[in-house]
């Protein structure tokens, strides 16, 4: 997954869910401490799901190589006391659905398809009696991850053969199709 197709999907989780981008963060970064509101995204379970395809590359000699691609987007929403983050969530689902968060997610080359249910996990916080509201749901993304392949160019096919006392010789010019 590209870095910007990471952007794309924070940026649209954001807007969504009507929160400051710092609001939402990927998880696993050292060093933030933002108060609640705020949203956690982690992409796991990343999985081709046909052979790969191969495109004319940018350069010649070049392919471009596209392999379709499923992961789980795991989105957990962490709130203040008295809110309700599933809510959030199930709003943040429905949300996908819409015409302009589909158009975003095709310009950006990533597809909502699936979603599991939205689970609150809330918990008590340690060393106190106060509750953290927490939700979490995984959803279903699908992408092309993208290489470029060297494969070089033929220029000209030679075939040189002896059928019986025959001896055959013949050559084929590289024809581009596309």
């Avoid at 949203?39 to 392919?63: H, I």
């Avoid at 795991?74 to 996908?96: A, H, I, N, T, W």
């Avoid at 968060?101 to 106060?130: H, M, R, Y």
């Avoid at 060297?150 to 024809?175: H, Q």
């Amino acid at each position: 997954m590209t870095k910007e197709m990471r952007k794309a999907i924070h940026d649209i989780i954001a807007r969504v869910l009507d929160l400051e981008g710092k609001r939402v963060i990927w998880r696993n970064q050292d060093g933030i401490k933002i108060a609640n509101p705020v949203v956690t995204l982690f992409v796991y379970s990343k999985q081709a799901q046909a052979m790969a395809e191969f495109r004319q590359g940018s350069e010649e000699g070049t392919k471009a190589v596209y392999v379709p691609t499923d992961a789980v987007l795991e989105v957990q929403m962490f709130d203040q006391r008295g809110e309700f983050p599933s809510d959030k969530l199930e709003y943040l689902v429905r949300c996908l659905e819409l015409p302009d968060v589909v158009e975003e997610c095709t310009k950006a080359g990533i597809v909502f398809f699936d979603s599991e249910p939205v689970q609150d996990v809330t918990v008590l916080l340690p060393n106190s009696q106060q509750y953290e509201p927490r939700a979490a749901v995984d959803l279903h993304i699908r992408y092309a991850e993208v290489m470029t392949a060297n494969v070089g160019e033929i220029d000209e096919v030679a075939i040189n053969g002896t059928v019986g006392e025959r001896t055959l010789s013949f050559s084929v010019p590289n024809v581009d199709n596309e």
